[in-house]
């Protein structure tokens, strides 16, 4: 029996050997001058997103080096220094090797070793270094009348510029069919009105072919900040000088309307364009926008039902819950005296409810704010209620006191998972509700200039 047990051990390596050996590894290696001894860190770039996946310690020269495994994700990369730069890379199973002086522009990146890459960055500095001097002419023609001779030579070396950075885009593109780098450029490269065109018509061509090379079916674009950063940009398109807050909402609504008809070619990268547009719309308090997108969203006809599917759903239905004009869900809870809270027998014209924590930095600057209205108005026309985040109840109590925050104070001790958060479907603080005398909500306003403005149109 021993000599079965060293014979079955013996195969047992030679298998863990031999599938160590066939597992291919590909390594980043980087100097960055100026971060001896420092950590450096990989991240995964998924949309305006980055996910830390390792880190190392680099040497005394700023030289590091991390390793891949062959199951490594192709997509975009993001070496993250802690200083002022963070160095963009492709990864498409080969071995890459760069320097940096650690200057914050592209053309400070050397890549010694890697094809994708070497694409990736010729044009990152066409595009970059001849797009700047594009804006430069452009205020410099404006000095000058159009009849000028100097205007004339300005005028040509502009759309010579131009004509630079398109046809280099289009040489890579060519030259490079297969790569990731190809991939990437054909969506990301600049669109150009022609030459001479009145702004409107600028604009409207602008918007009409900004998507022309972008294939919303291509997964691999959700593995790079290249998608999202074409949907800002086609987003400002729509932006007008001039416009109202009105305008500008429904010219951004027909501009999502627009993204999402062509995003929905694909399941995942339609999940994640209405992701992407819900959490920018929420950062910047676009109630008009979020409500737009919860009422059309076309979820229901996406035929997987993903875990993605069903996050969006949820938060879809918590917005069109919580949408301007909607009673604000009532409540049962003890203050921080005891008392029972109820929502529904508040009595005052407007009630302000602010889910805040004592360890958030962003309430310490709104709060005083909330406050210097509270104090100075009859309980009977303005009400106060504060749901704090917090779990330990020794801080949270030390908050309310040293700040003199005398309305009502509720803390459920229970972090993101108190029933009254859940039901408001806080994820963020601070974050407010306006209501009016019959608890419908007016405003949800997210910074002290909003909040302000708010309080004024009531």
């Given at each position: 029996?021993?000599?079965?047990?060293?014979?079955?051990?013996?195969?047992?390596?030679?298998?863990?050997?031999?599938?160590?050996?066939?597992?291919?590894?590909?390594?980043?290696?980087?100097?960055?001058?100026?971060?001896?001894?420092?950590?450096?860190?990989?991240?995964?770039i998924i949309g305006q997103a980055t996910k830390v996946i390792d880190t190392a310690i680099c040497n005394e020269a700023g030289s590091f080096k991390f390793i891949l495994d062959e199951?490594?994700?192709?997509?975009?990369?993001?070496?993250?220094?802690?200083?002022?730069?963070?160095?963009?890379?492709?990864?498409?199973?080969?071995?890459?090797?760069?320097?940096?002086?650690?200057?914050?522009?592209?053309?400070?990146?050397?890549?010694?070793?890697?094809?994708?890459?070497?694409?990736?960055?010729?044009?990152?500095?066409?595009?970059?270094?001849?797009?700047?001097?594009?804006?430069?002419?452009?205020?410099?023609?404006?000095?000058?009348?159009?009849?000028?001779?100097?205007?004339?030579?300005?005028?040509?070396?502009?759309?010579?510029?131009?004509?630079?950075?398109?046809?280099?885009?289009?040489?890579?593109?060519?030259?490079?069919?297969?790569?990731?780098?190809?991939?990437?450029?054909?969506?990301?490269?600049?669109?150009?009105?022609?030459?001479?065109?009145?702004?409107?018509?600028?604009?409207?061509?602008?918007?009409?072919?900004?998507?022309?090379?972008?294939?919303?079916?291509?997964?691999?674009?959700?593995?790079?900040?290249?998608?999202?950063?074409?949907?800002?940009?086609?987003?400002?398109?729509?932006?007008?000088?001039?416009?109202?807050?009105?305008?500008?909402?429904?010219?951004?609504?027909?501009?999502?309307?627009?993204?999402?008809?062509?995003?929905?070619v694909e399941q995942k990268v339609y999940e994640s364009v209405v992701g992407f547009l819900l959490n920018g719309f929420e950062a910047i308090g676009f109630e008009k926008g979020l409500?737009?997108?919860?009422?059309?969203?076309?979820?229901?006809?996406?035929c997987v039902n993903t875990d993605r599917k069903e996050d969006l759903e949820q938060k879809m239905e918590m917005i069109k819950k919580l949408a301007i004009g909607k009673t604000a869900?009532?409540?049962?809870?003890?203050?921080?005296?005891?008392?029972?809270?109820?929502?529904?027998?508040?009595?005052?014209?407007?009630?302000?409810?602010?889910?805040?924590?004592?360890?958030?930095?962003?309430?310490?600057?709104?709060?005083?704010?909330?406050?210097?209205?509270?104090?100075?108005?009859?309980?009977?026309?303005?009400?106060?209620?504060?749901?704090?985040?917090?779990?330990?109840?020794?801080?949270?109590?030390?908050?309310?006191?040293?700040?003199?925050?005398?309305?009502?104070?509720?803390?459920?001790?229970?972090?993101?998972?108190?029933?009254?958060?859940?039901?408001?479907?806080?994820?963020?603080?601070?974050?407010?509700?306006?209501?009016?005398?019959?608890?419908?909500?007016?405003?949800?306003?997210?910074?002290?200039?909003?909040?302000?403005?708010?309080?004024?149109?009531?």
């Amino acid at each position: 029996m021993t000599g079965l047990k060293k014979i079955s051990l013996s195969i047992v390596l030679i298998i863990i050997f031999s599938l160590n050996a066939n597992s291919q590894q590909y390594s980043i290696n980087g100097t960055v001058s100026q971060l001896g001894n420092s950590t450096v860190y990989l991240a995964k770039i998924i949309g305006q997103a980055t996910k830390v996946i390792d880190t190392a310690i680099c040497n005394e020269a700023g030289s590091f080096k991390f390793i891949l495994d062959e199951n490594a994700a192709i997509g975009m990369y993001s070496i993250i220094t802690g200083g002022q730069q963070n160095i963009e890379l492709l990864y498409n199973h080969e071995d890459i090797r760069f320097i940096s002086s650690g200057s914050t522009t592209d053309d400070n990146v050397q890549i010694i070793e890697s094809v994708e890459n070497l694409i990736w960055y010729d044009y990152l500095y066409t595009k970059g270094f001849n797009q700047y001097k594009r804006e430069v002419i452009e205020q410099l023609m404006m000095s000058y009348p159009p009849g000028d001779d100097y205007y004339k030579y300005t005028e040509n070396y502009y759309q010579k510029l131009q004509h630079t950075i398109s046809d280099r885009c289009a040489e890579l593109i060519s030259n490079n069919p297969n790569t990731l780098a190809a991939r990437y450029i054909n969506v990301d490269m600049p669109v150009f009105a022609p030459y001479g065109m009145e702004d409107s018509e600028k604009q409207a061509y602008l918007i009409h072919h900004h998507f022309d090379n972008t294939d919303f079916s291509d997964t691999l674009l959700l593995r790079s900040n290249i998608l999202t950063s074409k949907i800002i940009k086609y987003l400002s398109l729509y932006q007008n000088p001039g416009d109202s807050k009105e305008q500008l909402e429904d010219n951004l609504i027909v501009a999502v309307d627009s993204i999402l008809d062509k995003a929905i070619v694909e399941q995942k990268v339609y999940e994640s364009v209405v992701g992407f547009l819900l959490n920018g719309f929420e950062a910047i308090g676009f109630e008009k926008g979020l409500e737009h997108i919860a009422e059309q969203n076309q979820l229901s006809e996406l035929c997987v039902n993903t875990d993605r599917k069903e996050d969006l759903e949820q938060k879809m239905e918590m917005i069109k819950k919580l949408a301007i004009g909607k009673t604000a869900p009532d409540f049962s809870v003890k203050d921080v005296d005891g008392r029972i809270v109820e929502l529904n027998n508040i009595d005052a014209e407007t009630t302000i409810l602010v889910f805040w924590a004592s360890w958030c930095p962003h309430c310490t600057e709104i709060l005083p704010v909330l406050k210097e209205y509270y104090d100075k108005e009859n309980t009977d026309k303005l009400q106060l209620i504060a749901i704090s985040i917090d779990e330990n109840e020794d801080d949270f109590k030390n908050a309310v006191k040293s700040h003199s925050y005398d309305w009502i104070n509720i803390a459920e001790l229970k972090g993101w998972e108190g029933p009254t958060v859940l039901e408001y479907g806080v994820h963020a603080t601070p974050t407010i509700f306006i209501l009016d005398k019959d608890k419908k909500i007016v405003a949800k306003p997210t910074n002290k200039d909003s909040f302000r403005k708010a309080m004024e149109n009531i």
